[in-house]
Structure formats: structure tokens, C-alpha cells
Nanobody
Framework: QVQLVESGGGLVQAGGSLRLSCAHS????????MGWFRQAPGKEREFVAV????????DYADSVKGRFTIFRDNAKNTVYLQMSSLKPEDTAVYYC??????????????????WGQGTQVTVSS
């Protein structure tokens, strides 16, 4: 059974940076595209970024493009989300998720089979 564990969340001032990590176990990491989603209080969960199984393809939500970078290390079974120029509106619980590689770089939640428990990111103004 695939398990995903996020880490790296915390409290940061606006304009600051954080790096989230998501460790994958219980399966073959390179079989999966990996995505990051987030859910702010009172809002629906939304797509943030995704990376293909090889790392050769990525996609970002418009709201984070140019500020966030997703990358993966298949040797360490880990996907990362480097977040820079953080804004208060980036405050949310961030989730990583795994989708079968044949689905490319999906944005839709229903394309993902496995989810982590989430890590809180709070950006103060």
C-alpha cells in the first residue's frame, strides 16, 4: 500500500520561503506522477502543481506560477515543493498525492489514487 508523508510546513512571514517534502513508500515511486494540492479554511481543495514520473513534465496553477517549483528525486522516493515569495493567501494545508504515470500530469483530484495527511503552511502578513 502506497503511503505519502508530507513535512516541512510551518509559519513564515510574507515574502519568505519554505520547502515541503513528501516521502513515498510502499510502492514504486517512479510509477507515479506526483501532485501538490492545498486547502485553505472554508475553501475547497485546489490544485497547486504536478510533476510527471520522470520529472520531465510539470504544470502549475496560475496563482503559484513563477513562485513555486516542484521537483522530485526518484532515488530518494521524495517529491518537493519549493515555495518562494509567499503570500498570506498561500496559507493552507498542503497535500501531496500520487497518480498513475499513464495519466500524465493531471490537475484533477479524481486522477490521484493516494494522498498524504497534509502539512500546514501559514503565511503571516
Amino acid at each position: 500500500q502506497v503511503q505519502l508523508v508530507e513535512s516541512g510546513g510551518g509559519l513564515v512571514q510574507a515574502g519568505g520561503s519554505l520547502r515541503l517534502s513528501c516521502a513515498h513508500s510502499g510502492g514504486t515511486f517512479s510509477y507515479y506522477a506526483m501532485g501538490w494540492f492545498r486547502q485553505a479554511p472554508g475553501k475547497e481543495r485546489e490544485f497547486v502543481a504536478v510533476i510527471s514520473w520522470s520529472g520531465g513534465g510539470t504544470d502549475y496553477a496560475d496563482s503559484v506560477k513563477g513562485r513555486f517549483t516542484i521537483f522530485r528525486d526518484n532515488a530518494k522516493n521524495t517529491v518537493y515543493l519549493q515555495m518562494s515569495s509567499l503570500k498570506p493567501e498561500d496559507t493552507a494545508v498542503y497535500y501531496c498525492a500520487a497518480a498513475p504515470s499513464r495519466r500524465g500530469v493531471p490537475r484533477g483530484e479524481l486522477q490521484y489514487n493516494y494522498w498524504g495527511q497534509g502539512t500546514q503552511v501559514t503565511v503571516s502578513s
